[in-house]
């Protein structure tokens, strides 16, 4: 059976909402894999949310694995250290491989782990991430992709898994799937659009905004059915990571990603009406 090993700092219901997806879609047998551990890297007491997420860990049986990163860099003489690979940041990296000793997954999914990985656990793990843009499209969070979308006047976007690196959102893609934010509905709002400057909407507006808001809809609809597909295909040996971090298909031939949209669609369909 493929192994997963499921990283989450817990932090609300968007990360339970990922876990209870795949842990179902795995029950229901949906998905040839097994969840082997969940690490998260609060421990219980810190937040109710995560006291939450943790028991939703043991009620679904699945070995947990705790290491709270706030204790770990209480006291540390460099604990004011906020770079992403400060030191405390790559020995707190090192522990959590020590907890994880034993267990040997075939993939890992960053699932709500609201901390940048280091280099020596990306080499350990093959680690996937979501990201809310296609491959070649805005960093950053979902808000800041929206605005770029919109600022340079977009056709398309997607969602993407990408492999995980030390640099945030640089990591290749992994698997994709995209969508137009032209036709239907979209083009009033891109009209409407044509009478204000982004900044003043932004002001004015914000994320109330109906182009950002159905941008943001048609994303967020695409990126649980993308993580499963995603699963199910390295479940399934469509696609795999080699030992010097590249993706292949199963032929083994390097693939630029794993195009998912025609999956994907036919999951969303209906429901974005």
Known sequence: MYKLGWFSTGRGEGSRGLLRAIHDAISSGEINAG???????????????????????????????????????????????????????????????????GFR???????????????????????????????????????????????????????????VTPELDEGPPVSYCTFPIRGGPFDDFWRDMDKHS????????GQQNELFRAIRKHGYARELPLIIETIRAFSEAKIRVTPDKKL??????????????????????????
């Open 198 to 205: 982004v900044e003043e909407v932004k002001k004015t507006r």
């Open 35 to 101: 969840i082997e551990f969940v690490f998260c890297s609060r421990e219980r007491g810190e937040t109710d949310a995560t006291d939450i997420f943790l028991d939703m860990v043991n009620d679904y049986h699945l070995p947990l694995v705790s290491l709270s990163y706030r204790k770990f860099k209480s006291g540390r003489h460099d604990a004011d250290d906020e770079g992403n690979l400060s030191p405390w940041r790559i020995d707190y990296d090192r522990e959590v491989m020590k907890h994880l000793r």
């Open 105 to 163: 997954p075939d993939l890992c999914v960053l699932a709500g782990y609201m901390l940048i990985v280091g280099p020596e656990m990306c080499r350990d793990y093959d680690m996937i991430n979501l990201h809310p843009a296609a491959p070649g499209g805005p960093k950053g969070t979902f808000q800041q992709v929206i605005w770029q979308l919109i600022e340079n006047e977009a056709e398309r976007t997607g969602v993407m898994m990408h492999l």
């Open 248 to 273: 292949v298909n199963a032929d083994g031939n390097p693939i630029k990603g794993y195009d998912l949209t025609a999956e994907v669609d036919r999951i969303v369909k209906g429901a974005l009406l």
